[in-house]
């Protein structure tokens, strides 16, 4: 490349922002275990410096501040974008900690993050995540609802000044990061990733070194400190006062008879932690008090019954303080019951000795990785040089290998052979500690055992590797998730004792009359408690939910949504407007509404129950009947409605909106020197060349269904601006030529450029066999959850568009959705609405949103229709930019009467052209007369016109005024030949 093609080449990456940008400059950031070997023998001066968060230098959103959280200081309010900057004169060079003094800002609920740039460069990886946690406690006590179970309080922020070193936020690097700085001055610069932060000082020091609990003991005894006798105090689990992650709520455990509370039929919130205390950094503090000073043992009551074989691990706190080495990492095992866990006695054969003043005490627990930390970071090293490994042999082999052809890939790989043996022994040494550490062979470690005896045919037998390609993705696979596994460290508490040494611990285990006794009390009560009942929060002012004065809504979302509406309810709802309400929570809402309906047993109100043809039927209310419903809807997009509305009449509320975008793996479009597609020609020409190396790109159906389906042949007609039916619905459009040809357009990517048709998405593209994928944005969701190894390295941007003929480019996206409804049959329709009003709020929103993200994770990200409401849910401000920018590109779907069949019809069409080959043209005259007739018989059996002649034109307009980028039914020549759809 000549100096004028690289100058071209710079320019057009500049203009094209940074997401285009190419590999090098990502690969030269190390990760943290490469950075910090180059300092080895780099000195670490005891200095320290206090740098006044308000005293920075430069900042962009920043700004000073002289108070906050009841503390005076100088210090600065950073937002949520922007950055600032920091100077320190380093009198000697050397490896030193960072310490930062902060406190949350309002915000999304989510910790903040930040990435550190010193001197000017990131120095590793890792410093992009920076993590600054807030603090969660319950809202209010335990509550009980009228069948006598136990609901747990709501979590709510405790803001508060909070100290932490700057360290890894995955716990692969168990001690807080080194940085190096030069002497003179340096710079230190936070970007801002996620929500806004107050910084009251950076302290750049030497984290204390631990001593042995054998010193510490030593010192005990020097200054005379004497065990205490006969004091105990019990401290239950639920009653944490602090914890860094809402999930970490009091929960319940039923099955135990020892628990404390405990019932065997009711539900009792009786212990903290389980799968949802799993996760490195996460932590629980309690509180408790000591009668007098002096030496006290700590014992504590739970189990590990999730990963058979290992050990949770806790690093134990005692006022903010790890007490000595030994509790850097306190090792649980395994086990199916409770057990009583005495601190020392498993390590050392004694008890370990705390000496406490008299007085208020806390004590915090906070998940670490524990030993095997270095080992299992080398697995996940080893999970991503060995999908880089199979996707170099896939650009030559393609996935599915020609068993009959020579590949000679030893020769056309560089230390092919080479780079699997240094795995296959990274392996072997990985197995030989875990199988030290656990005690066992194979058992939760095979899939080690199972990828070295891989890696030993591949090396003795290369010509092999073409036909071991299907096993080596499935074992990358079993890989990532064995590692997730691993990583993970359940424990569940149900009480803590803080004891005198002489108290005799109590038993643990349940005996073998308790166990019958409550098996025998659970199985009478499984004949006379409802376990799927949502049941109303007693109190001396609750409404009497069995009287007919109460609104009768329907919920056909899981118990746990339903749990956290009916507390919003009730919080909230029946207090502001003194309506009470009765939630009935339903598992098949259609199959149930209809027999309910024509029995007049329907309830008043239904979430998630949008459904036409009970409007066609007279069965909903139109909601634009309420004086207040054009000031409701103003909380929505536009194409929220149209799946609701039906002429002037609309039959729904919105309640989730989904809609398409395109992911993309930024490592592999940077090895291959790629940019995003910004059109679908871009698209076109980024085929072949992912085909070169036997990559793909995905096209899927909205809601992440691989297989394309009419919402994707409706993106390639609206991003024409050309409608699928038309006008009132009252026919389909296939036969215009925009339609036949778009979707010819359509099938030519499965014909000509053959992109697959089924696959499992998240697979492929974690893999990277599919670097670029448009599809639902809830597939974020799942790499949140699925591919924590790729943390850094996958985006997701706006969909490819089509260029119109002023220059433009046209986004236009069908959207799916959910609405919540009002029964024609309801005497009660002004309640009905007032609580359809306040369920599509943005507060009630946000706050179910929230909540739900709080119980399952981010897994749960709610997709609310509110706008400001998605706004204020926990996406990060360049994730919530794209979604913003592509919601405005959403096109609703018409409701169409038959429109089953027009699916239906679609799908049959499709799989003739591009699966059985006929004739295109052919196939579409036939399966469009056939989506035609149905559409007109279903038109004449309610009495709406069939013939488009006779149709009102105020239903023509409004057909028309439903739309944002739609406004046509077929395309001129001209057009047709500017869009490429014909010569």
């Not at 209010?140 to 700057?166: C, F, S, T, Y």
């Not at 009765?582 to 998630?608: E, F, R």
């Not at 929103?845 to 739900?852: D, K, S, T």
């Not at 043209?921 to 069939?946: L, P, V």
């Amino acid at each position: 490349m000549n100096r004028l093609q690289k100058l071209i080449l710079i320019l057009m990456l500049t203009l094209m922002g940074s997401q285009f940008a190419l590999l090098g400059v990502q690969a030269q950031i190390p990760a943290y275990n490469h950075y910090i070997s180059q300092f080895q023998d780099t000195e670490q001066p005891e200095f320290e410096y206090i740098i006044p968060g308000g005293s920075y230098t430069v900042g962009e959103n920043a700004q000073r501040i002289s108070e906050y959280g009841g503390v005076q200081g100088d210090f600065v309010l950073t937002g949520e974008t922007g950055f600032v900057e920091w100077e320190v004169d380093i009198a000697e060079p050397g490896l030193y900690n960072i310490e930062v003094l902060y406190h949350p800002y309002p915000g999304k609920s989510i910790a903040a993050e930040r990435e550190l740039v010193l001197n000017g460069r990131r120095p590793f990886v890792d410093a992009e995540f920076l993590s600054f946690p807030r603090v969660w406690t319950d809202g209010g006590p335990i509550i009980v609802d009228k069948n006598g179970n136990e609901i747990r309080p709501r979590q709510v922020e405790a803001p508060m000044w909070q100290r932490i070193p700057l360290r890894d936020s995955l716990g692969y690097t168990p001690e807080p990061f080194k940085f190096y700085f030069d002497s003179g001055i340096n710079t230190i610069r936070f970007n801002s990733q996620a929500e806004p932060l107050v910084i009251g000082e950076i302290r750049i020091y030497q984290v204390p070194q631990l001593k042995p609990y054998a010193e510490v003991y030593q010192s005990y005894q020097e200054l005379g400190y004497l065990p205490t006798k006969n004091i105990v105090i019990e401290i239950q689990g639920e009653e944490a006062v602090y914890k860094s992650d809402p999930t970490l709520f009091g929960v319940f455990d039923q099955g135990d008879p020892t628990m404390k509370p405990y019932h065997p039929v009711q539900i009792r919130i009786n212990s903290i932690g389980g799968h949802r205390w799993a996760l490195a950094n996460q932590w629980i503090t309690w509180k408790f008090e000591v009668p007098e000073s002096g030496l006290y043992k700590i014992a504590i009551k739970g189990k590990q019954n999730q990963l058979r074989g290992f050990y949770a691990n806790r690093r134990i706190y005692i006022d903010g303080e790890v007490p000595f080495q030994e509790l850097n990492a306190v090792a649980f095992p395994h086990s199916t019951s409770y057990y009583m866990k005495t601190l020392g006695v498993d390590e050392t054969g004694s008890e370990y000795l705390f000496y406490l003043e008299a007085g208020e005490h806390e004590l915090k627990l906070e998940v670490v990785i524990g030993n095997l930390v270095d080992y299992i970071q080398q697995a996940k090293d080893n999970l991503y040089e060995l999908t880089s490994l199979y996707r170099q042999i896939m650009m030559i082999t393609s996935p599915n290998p020609d068993p009959l052809r020579a590949y000679q890939l030893e020769n056309k790989i560089p230390d092919l052979i080479e780079n699997m043996e240094i795995l296959r022994d990274s392996f072997i040494d990985i197995q030989t500690h875990f199988e030290e550490y656990t005690g066992e062979a194979g058992g939760h470690g095979v899939i080690l055992t199972t990828i070295i005896f891989m890696l030993d045919r591949m090396i003795d037998r290369p010509d092999r590797i073409p036909s071991l390609l299907g096993e080596f993705r499935d074992n990358i696979g079993s890989l990532g998730q064995w590692i997730t596994d691993t990583e993970s460290q359940p424990l569940q508490i149900d009480y803590i004792l803080v004891a005198s040494p002489d108290y005799k611990l109590p038993r643990a285990e349940a005996t073998f009359s308790q166990r019958v006794k409550h098996e025998v009390l659970a199985y009478i009560g499984s004949y006379t408690h409802d376990y799927s009942e949502i049941g109303d929060i007693t109190g001396p002012d609750s409404p009497d939910y069995e009287s007919s004065d109460v609104l009768q809504v329907w919920i056909g979302l899981g118990r746990d949504q339903a749990q956290i509406l009916k507390q919003l309810i009730q919080e909230t709802f029946t207090p502001a407007t003194g309506i009470a309400v009765k939630l009935q929570l339903v598992n098949d809402m259609q199959g149930l509404l209809i027999p309910a309906i024509i029995a007049g047993t329907a309830p008043d109100a239904a979430l998630g129950a949008a459904n036409m043809d009970l409007a066609f039927r007279g069965a909903l209310m139109d909601l634009t009947q309420f004086p207040d419903f054009e000031e409701v809807a103003k909380r929505f997009n536009k194409s929220a409605f149209v799946p609701y509305r039906f002429r002037d009449s609309i039959y729904g509320l919105p309640e989730s909106q989904s809609f398409s975008v395109m992911f993309y793996r930024r490592d592999v479009l940077e090895d291959l020197d790629l940019t995003l597609p910004q059109t679908w020609d871009d698209v076109l020409s980024l085929i072949p060349v992912l085909r070169r190396h036997n990559m793909e790109f995905g096209i899927t159906g909205l809601g992440g269904g691989s297989m394309p389906s009419i919402n994707t042949f409706m993106m390639f007609l609206y991003q024409k601006g050309v409608a699928l039916y038309k006008e009132d619905c009252i026919a389909t459009n296939l036969d215009s030529r925009a339609v036949a040809f778009t979707f010819k357009q359509l099938t030519d990517f499965f014909t000509l450029y053959n992109i697959p048709l089924q696959y499992d998405i998240a697979t492929r593209f974690r893999l990277g066999e599919m670097p670029l994928v448009v599809t639902d944005y809830g597939l974020y969701n799942t790499l949140q959850v699925y591919a924590p190894e790729l943390r850094g390295k996958w985006g997701f941007t706006l969909v490819p568009g089509t260029v119109q003929p002023d220059g433009s480019i046209n986004r236009a996206v069908p959207v799916g959705s959910t609405g919540a409804v009002i029964l024609n049959g309801s005497d009660k329709k002004d309640q009905a609405w007032e609580f359809l009003k306040w369920w599509t709020s943005k507060d009630v929103q946000v706050a179910f949103g929230r909540e739900l993200e709080s119980l399952m994770g981010s897994a749960a990200r709610y997709a609310s229709a509110n706008i400001e409401a998605v706004m204020e849910l926990p996406w990060r401000p360049y994730e919530i930019e794209v979604l913003l920018k592509q919601w405005e590109w959403t096109e609703g779907i018409p409701p169409v009467l038959g429109g089953y069949y027009v699916t239906r019809q679609f799908d049959w069409l499709f799989r003739a052209v591009v699966l059985d080959h006929e004739s295109l043209w052919e196939s579409i005259q036939h399966y469009d007369e056939a989506a035609n007739k149905e559409i007109e018989r279903k038109r004449r059996e309610f009495g709406y016109e069939t013939d488009i002649n006779e149709l009102d034109e105020r239903w023509k307009e409004l057909y028309w005024e439903q739309y944002s980028h739609v406004y046509r039914l077929d395309l001129s020549d001209e057009e047709l030949s500017a869009y490429g759809l014909i010569p």
